[in-house]
């Protein structure tokens, strides 16, 4: 195969949470890319993508479950032999008021674990496994899936938000560790971006209830972008497309920060 200028051919890139929005974008990128790409979902079914070019496996698997983590990395090894590339992108987010009076939407332990144990413990979990690989080939990227909440905070997703903030630490300080076993750690960090399926009525009416609006008002507030100075939402394209970018070699000296995706947004 003609090496692309990217040359991602054959390497091997994990993506967890990439069976659907911007790992599902991101997975198909790398394997147009020619990328030997494994995607870990907690989704029972394997997504379908274009493989005309790369190769794809498929691991369901839970990030916030160690032994699942270590078993899908044993997987990766015994099909493609080593791990060049992790891409740490699977999170949840479960909007909810540090204090409801109506006691209807308020943030509970529960909702705190089940939010940080897959968006903070999984990609601790990913990423020491993967390391451990790393370190033995003396080569590799972590690219950690962080949000522009995530060093503005947001009304509403304050867990969340506190998630992607502890990731963008976690960027800057493995970075320091890893960098000089040769292995480069940076993160990314999505502003608005267009919807997806992800964005359910059930997600949407939460948040719009945290926010003291309707679900309508939320929405049209989403399709305002005066905010933005592109003045337009992400695509999940340009996500994918910045997270190739970082995988590669072209990004050679990039390494421990967290570079935004946000048209230019920095302000809610």
């Known amino acids: 195969m003609e090496k692309s200028w990217l040359n991602l051919e054959g390497k091997s890139i994990i993506v967890t949470g990439g069976a659907s929005g911007i790992g599902y974008a991101t997975a198909q990128e790398l394997l147009?890319?020619?990328?030997?790409?494994?995607?870990?979902?907690?989704?029972?079914r394997a997504p379908e993508f274009d493989v005309s070019s790369g190769k794809y496996l498929y691991v369901q698997t839970d990030v916030s479950d160690k032994k699942s983590v270590d078993n899908m990395i044993a997987k990766v090894l015994e099909t493609f032999g080593r791990i060049d590339v992790l891409v740490n992108n699977a999170g949840i987010n479960i909007p909810r008021l540090l204090v409801d009076e109506a006691g209807q939407q308020e943030l509970t332990e529960e909702i705190w674990d089940?939010?940080?144990?897959?968006?903070?413990?999984?990609?601790?979990f990913c990423s020491q496994a993967a390391a451990r690989?790393?370190?033995k080939q003396k080569s590799g990227v972590i690219i950690n899936m962080s949000s522009e909440s995530g060093s503005e905070g947001s009304?509403?997703?304050?867990?969340?938000?506190?998630?992607?903030?502890?990731?963008?630490?976690?960027?800057?300080?493995?970075?320091?560790?890893?960098?000089?076993?040769g292995i480069r750690v940076v993160g990314v960090a999505p502003g608005i971006m267009e919807a997806t399926g992800l964005r359910t009525l059930e997600y949407?009416?939460?948040?719009?209830?945290?926010?003291?609006?309707?679900?309508?008002q939320l929405r049209a507030n989403y399709a305002k972008t005066s905010t933005i100075p592109l003045n337009r939402a992400g695509k999940l394209s340009e996500v994918a497309n910045?997270?190739?970018?970082?995988?590669?070699?072209?990004?050679?000296?990039?390494?421990?920060?967290t570079i935004n995706i946000s048209g230019g947004k920095s302000r809610p």
């Open 32 to 44: 147009y890319d020619g990328a030997y790409v494994t995607v870990c979902d907690i989704a029972p």
């Open 114 to 124: 089940k939010v940080m144990n897959v968006n903070v413990k999984g990609v601790f």
């Open 242 to 257: 910045t997270v190739t970018f970082l995988a590669s070699e072209r990004s050679g000296y990039i390494h421990g920060v």
């Open 204 to 216: 949407e009416s939460a948040l719009a209830y945290t926010r003291g609006i309707t679900v309508e």
């Open 133 to 135: 690989v790393m370190i």
């Open 155 to 181: 009304e509403g997703q304050s867990v969340y938000a506190a998630s992607k903030g502890a990731v963008n630490l976690l960027t800057r300080s493995w970075a320091k560790e890893l960098g000089k076993k």
